[in-house]
């Protein structure tokens, strides 16, 4: 009996490689395990550090690994997989959501993808804007609160343009361009 032993190369349920194994040879008879090929994915070369192997049609082919978000939208990957092909699959989705326009989605089953941020609607932009344009006005209604105690030294004059001023910071809603196009009020100098 003779015995000798061949590298193989490991690919998962989706056929993606793997890892690389060694395989024992009895008497010529190739003891091989499932899901095994003694083909290596990327034939007499070097592995390419950019593309994912998989193995199809009893043949391994290549496929370029996603460089952007774009080319992750659609692909969705199982939290449960620890297959290599998975594990970076799950790290290129983390990496590419934080582009712009693009963020991270867990199912319901806690896989993991990557969606387009949908455009704001009009409706949506204006709702947003008029929450930004209220929240600086009750900031700079709260900036002048101090002026109004009436144990805070203040003259008429300075107490009069004070509460002109918030009024005028009340009537920013009644505005004709609010909250698009907003004239903010100028601060009194006693304020300053």
Known sequence: MTTSFRQAFKFDAAGYFDHELTVQVVDGQVLMPPSCSLDS????????????YRFTGGRWVSEAK??????LVDVVVSHESMTPHDIELR??????????GYREKRG???????????????????????????????????ESDYYLQPDYPSTPE???????????????????????????????????
């Open 108 to 142: 319901q089953d806690l896989s993991w993808s990557i969606e387009r941020i949908p455009e704001k609607t009009a409706e949506e932009k204006r709702a947003e804007a008029e929450q930004l344009a209220r929240s600086k006005r009750d900031a700079l209604l709260s």
């Open 91 to 100: 790290e290129l989705i983390k990496k590419f959501a934080q582009e712009e």
């Open 41 to 52: 994915p990327w034939g007499s070369g070097a592995q390419d550090e950019k593309k994912f």
């Open 158 to 192: 300075g107490l009069n343009a004070v509460k002109a001023y918030r009024t005028a910071l009340r009537d920013v809603p009644q505005q004709e361009g609010f909250p698009l196009s907003v004239e903010w009020p100028v601060k009194p100098a006693v304020l300053k």
């Open 66 to 71: 996603p460089n952007k978000a774009a080319d």
